[in-house]
């Protein structure tokens, strides 16, 4: 497969580990080793300390696979495949689509959500919101991008990088659209359980229509990124016997380390969610008393979950220009609209960073004096 280059990657890979500051990162701080260990229970302690490291069950040892499903509400441990994030929506592409399918995908999305489609030789018809004040992704407008090709509808909620979820009513609409028309829905919820009023939250697509797909993992909610933990859940055991089958081809299996600190993670969610859910209030906090101060700058649609917002840039120059040059003269990375291919005038913010205040204390005081 010939496949475009991850835009979003690989503008993170020339500067997240050689600049000092990011501004633009979607996970939050990540948590020590010794954190997650001290809270393990005698038996995952014990089993930590006698660990061998050989290979593994390929979609996941039944440990983590019974502790993923006891997260949702209509699975067992046979409705979860266990990969890396990434490689599970590369093998989910793969096993469902082929050349002359139409994908309808949210627009601005991570790249690889749409690009392994299109690499594929799928057709992908963006779903855009109506109104970028709110980020709202109207239900109706989904409903008419459906054609008899129409074979998967990717979604992001909590999306990244706008901040925007849904509420109920749309939620349960889109979820119907599907239903209604025998076609996959596959929901990225990376940053389930993100949300800023717990009223809010919505249930994941797996627990709602049989034909979903619902992917989920350690790196964002729960601030373990360096663990390469997810997986896909769904009632459709048949799509997740080819995604376990085609995993054969990558990764095979997961680390026997990774899947251990992985349990003892989900046995304790309140102690990773809490602290990187008022981490993420604060920050959000402190952008908001920024950009009152600076409403000439840049405008603020408060994300409603998630680690992150899409601010629109008020300046007489394209994001992409802006990022480079402020990365040069401060030190501080912002991602870019162009990487996302939408437009050339915002930029994702984050919030699950501890020292974001220094940060954007650092970029106010660079921009007055431009």
């Not at 380390?257 to 993420?280: Q, R, V």
Request: hydrophobic content about 35%; overall charge negative.
């Amino acid at each position: 497969m010939k496949i475009k280059e991850f835009a979003i990657e690989r503008y993170f890979a020339k500067y997240e580990f050689s600049t000092e500051h990011l501004l633009s990162c979607s996970d939050c701080d990540g948590f020590p080793l010794h954190y997650v260990l001290n809270l393990a229970s005698g038996k995952e302690r014990s089993e930590w300390e006698n660990l061998t490291l050989g290979y593994t069950e390929t979609k996941g040892s039944l440990e983590l696979r019974e502790t993923i499903a006891g997260r949702y509400e209509t699975l067992g441990p046979e409705n979860i495949v266990v990969s890396s994030p990434g490689e599970a929506n590369f093998v989910l592409m793969n096993v469902l689509l082929q050349r002359g399918d139409n994908v309808i995908c949210m627009s601005p999305m991570y790249q690889s959500l749409y690009q392994v489609a299109e690499s594929i030789g799928c057709t992908v018809s963006f779903w855009r919101p109506e109104d970028t004040q709110n980020w709202y992704y109207d239900p109706g407008r989904l409903k008419e991008l459906i054609i008899p090709e129409t074979k998967l509808i990717i979604v992001n909620f909590p999306h990244n990088p706008t901040g925007y979820l849904p509420g109920e009513d749309d939620w349960n609409e889109i979820v119907e659209t599907a239903r209604q028309n025998g076609i996959v829905l596959f929901s990225d919820e990376m940053y389930h359980r993100l949300v800023l009023d717990p009223a809010n939250e919505i249930k994941p697509a797996c627990d709602l229509y049989e034909n979903a797909v619902s992917l989920w993992g350690m790196s964002k909610t729960f601030g373990l990124a360096g663990l390469r933990t997810g997986w896909l859940a769904s009632n459709n055991k048949k799509l997740l016997d080819e995604a376990e089958a085609y995993k054969d081809y990558l990764s095979i299996c997961n680390s026997p380390l990774n899947e251990t600190l992985s349990i003892i993670a989900l046995n304790n969610c309140s102690k990773f969610i809490t602290p990187n859910l008022d981490k993420i209030k604060r920050n959000i906090e402190v952008f908001r008393r920024f950009q009152h101060r600076n409403s000439s700058f840049c405008n603020f649609p408060e994300p409603q979950a998630g680690s992150t917002a899409f601010i629109k840039l008020h300046i007489n120059e394209n994001s992409m220009d802006f990022a480079e040059r402020l990365v040069k003269d401060t030190g501080i990375m912002v991602l870019p609209s162009e990487t996302f291919n939408y437009g050339t005038s915002y930029v994702r913010i984050g919030f699950g960073r501890e020292d974001f205040p220094q940060v954007l204390s650092k970029l106010e005081k660079y921009i007055r004096k431009k």
